[in-house]
């Protein structure tokens, strides 16, 4: 099993609309959590940390689900703009500090 | 506002060739990683340095070799460059190894022939 999962996607959504990915990790000791946005041949940039309350910003909101072992991204109103690959990213603080990213969930808004 | 800064952008080699890729970071981050992504995949860890003075192997590691300079330089060497390392090349940073988020150059698109 892959530490960190995500649906490949493409997620086809009308301009508008609201998306949810979700992004599951198998270690348990993880620690921080993190989405990140990569536009097509670009470096990944930092969207937003997750924190375990859940955190919200403008459009965007995250939530993270100890329980279940996830993290989720919810994008309200999308627009064109929002088009990219959506990168999870889960650290641990155990054996080799490094984050660990997801192969990314891929979002296009259409028109 | 440079942040972290790759060198080159783009290069092309001949299988065998060695050369060095530069990164710098003016943020005064602990940390550094090099990364490396093919075509639709992931980014895949190759080395990093949780601090300066050290530096540990990632996830493939095989075929390169990495020298932290300073606290604001890391640089990773191809001693003998192969097509299957034609990829792009990412450097990041971040305040410490574990906790914090971290920040990506630009990178360094990278083809051997």
């Known amino acids: 099993r892959k530490e960190v999962e995500q649906d490949p996607g493409p997620f086809n959504v009308p301009e508008g609309a609201t998306v949810a990915f979700n992004c599951t990790y198998s270690?348990?000791?993880?620690?921080?959590f993190f989405w990140y946005r990569q536009d097509c041949r670009k470096e990944p940039k930092l969207l937003m940390s997750v924190y375990s309350s859940g955190n919200e910003d403008g459009r965007f909101t995250a939530q993270l689900n100890r329980a279940s072992q996830y993290i989720s991204l919810l994008i309200r109103d999308s627009k064109l703009s929002d088009s990219a690959t959506y990168l999870c990213?889960?650290?641990?603080?155990?054996?080799?500090?490094?984050?660990?990213f997801g192969s990314g969930t891929r979002l296009q808004v259409q028109p | 506002n440079a942040g972290v800064t790759q060198t080159p952008k783009f290069q092309v080699l001949k299988t065998g060739q060695s050369m060095t890729l530069q990164c710098a970071q003016d943020?005064?981050?602990?940390?550094m990683y090099w990364y490396r992504q093919d075509p639709g995949m992931g980014l895949r860890l190759i080395y990093y340095s949780a601090s300066e003075g050290t530096t540990d192997k990632g996830e493939v590691p095989n075929g390169y070799n990495v020298s932290r300079l300073n606290k604001r330089e890391f640089s990773l060497r191809l001693e003998s460059a192969a097509p299957s390392q034609t990829s792009v090349y990412f450097c990041a940073s971040s305040e410490d190894a574990t906790y914090q988020p971290q920040h990506f150059g630009d990178g360094t698109r990278l083809s051997i022939l």
């Open positions: 943020m005064n981050h602990n940390s």
């Open positions: 270690n348990s000791a993880s620690q921080s």
């Open positions: 990213v889960v650290t641990t603080s155990t054996g080799r500090r490094a984050l660990t």
